[in-house]
Structures are given as C-alpha cells and as structure tokens.
C-alpha cells in the first residue's frame, strides 16, 4: 500500500510518501508545496497544480490529512481549511480514498504522546523511516500523518480479519 500524508498550509503544503508491506515501512518521497504572496485564488491554485503532479508522480493507494481546528485567528484558520479542501480535493480527484486524523492522534500514533513538538515527530520519523532526508518540519508531519494512516490501515486490517474469523 502506498501511502500520501498531506500536512495543509497555504504558504507550505507539506507531502509525505511511504509504502507499506506488512510491518515494513518505507519512505518513497517528501517535499514542501510552496505559495507566495498574491491573491488567495491564485495561491490555492498553485497548491493544486502542485499536488496534482505529487499525486500522478507517486501514485498513491491511498491519503490523509491532518484535521484542523479553530484557532484565535479566525481568518487565518479560515484560510487554513481553504488549504485543506484543496489537499482533500486532488487525491479526491484521482479516486483515492482520504483519512482524516487529528493532531494529537497523529502525534500519539507517532510519538506516543499526544502533545509532542515539531523535532519529537521529526525525530521518530527518522527513527521509523531509516536514512529519510526531510525537507522540513512541514514535509516531517507529512510523513507523520502518513504513518499514523498506516498504522490505522494495518489495526482495521487485522480487526476486519479477526472478525472473519470469529464469523466463520
């Protein structure tokens, strides 16, 4: 299974891929969408385009993104989930199936604790994916995103298979 974190930002969209077979993880590929300056469409735009060829490039089973939450600035947060709708519109697009998790799930399913920082999930990216370079902090919760989604994947799994078996 190959799997698309996506880490929604309108000035750094940050990307993560992994694949994943059984209880190996592997890093395919990491990056940062970047916009600048400009009108709001014209950046969303951007976001588009730019995930669009991470999408067709990497072929993804499957995605997910970070849930948002309202902040104290309300237009920021405003544009923040304008960021996320364009990171669930592409992979949408393309016919894969999207996830959604929460910060502190992300982070618990990653760290083990549900208020890590930015270098405790960049830490024990490194730690789950040997030898992956990082294209930032931005592209780090990619990847931390994406492993939680595979984490997710492999516990329904093995639950969907227990209950066939308790079925039959």
């Not at 669009?52 to 902040?71: G, L, M």
């Not at 890590?116 to 995103?145: E, F, N, S």
Request: aromatic share 2%; net charge positive; glycine share 12%.
């Amino acid at each position: 299974m190959r799997v698309l974190g996506i880490d929604p930002g309108l000035r750094a969209l940050g990307w993560g891929v992994i694949d994943v077979d059984g209880p190996r993880l592997r890093h395919v590929a990491n990056g940062i969408c970047k916009t600048v300056g400009g009108e709001l469409a014209d950046r969303l735009l951007s976001l588009h385009r730019q995930l669009t060829i991470i999408v067709e490039q990497h072929a993804p089973d499957t995605a997910a993104v970070e849930q948002t939450f309202v902040n104290k600035d309300g237009a920021a947060t405003l544009k923040l989930g304008q960021a996320r709708g364009i990171a669930m519109l592409v992979p949408a697009q393309a016919g894969i199936p999207i996830g959604e998790y929460a910060p502190n799930a992300i982070k618990k399913a990653v760290v083990g604790v549900g208020h890590a920082d930015k270098t405790q999930i960049a830490h024990m990216v490194r730690m789950q994916l040997p030898g992956v370079v990082l294209a930032g902090p931005d592209a780090a919760d990619a990847l931390a995103i994406a492993l939680c989604h595979a984490h997710h994947a492999q516990s329904a799994g093995r639950l969907a298979a227990a209950l066939g078996r308790a079925g039959a």
